[in-house]
């Protein structure tokens, strides 16, 4: 099974959001990884068997947050919790899903995700937290920034390293298709802010 068609549709605030759905059942969106791109995920081979997996069963969303794959770059400086909380919102109602089950493993993703759950009980049939973090401090702070910032291709490299992959250059050449150090750097701090109760209020 090959990446599916890319389409995008616009948030409210005007940003670009690529989206891409495969297989069939009841739907069930893959929310973004913290380097996310819906078409090269399926380069991955320990991704693609995930994904094909997921696709025999469901009825398969991914779409690329801002900032991220496919789609919009470029985030601003004064980027928020509550603006990437847009992104899902405009891609369930394109495909005007419900209900759906939502699985996330990535700490923005997973507040997106509760706060999309807390507003909207009735559309998540299952929510799935794959590793979320119990408080924004528990974010290492090589991931957000320091390493990141001094040496992006070696922080790149480092993160193939420990997801174990086989071509390392290969690997890095697709990370750097995914996000921009600028848009990593500007996104990535958001989760320091993070805490259940902050989470569970909005």
């Known amino acids: ?9 616009t948030t409210s605030d005007g940003l670009s959001i690529a989206y891409a759905v495969s297989g069939d059942g009841p739907p069930l969106v893959f929310m973004p990884t913290a380097l996310n791109h819906i078409q090269l995920l399926w380069q991955e081979s320990y991704v693609r068997l995930w994904l094909e997996g997921l696709a025999v069963r469901f009825r398969l969303i991914q779409y690329d947050s801002r900032g991220r794959g496919m789609s919009s770059r470029g985030m601003p400086a004064d980027l928020t919790l509550a603006d990437c909380c847009l992104d899902l919102p405009a891609v369930v109602g394109r495909l005007e899903l419900s209900p759906f089950v939502l699985l996330t493993s990535s700490p923005i993703e997973s507040y997106v995700a509760v ?11 299952a929510l799935v937290l794959a590793s979320p973090i119990v408080h924004g401090e528990a974010v290492p702070r090589v991931w957000i920034g320091s390493f990141a910032e001094e040496n992006w291709d070696a922080f790149l490299r480092n993160l193939a390293s420990f997801n174990g992959v086989s071509d390392l250059e290969a690997a890095v050449a697709r990370m750097k298709q995914s996000v921009t150090q600028e848009d990593w750097l500007t996104k990535g701090g958001l989760p320091r802010r993070l805490t259940w109760r902050a989470i569970c209020r909005g």
């Open 115 to 125: 706060r999309y759950t807390i507003e909207n009980p009735g559309q998540v049939r």
């Open 1 to 9: 099974m090959g990446p599916p068609p890319v389409k995008y549709v």
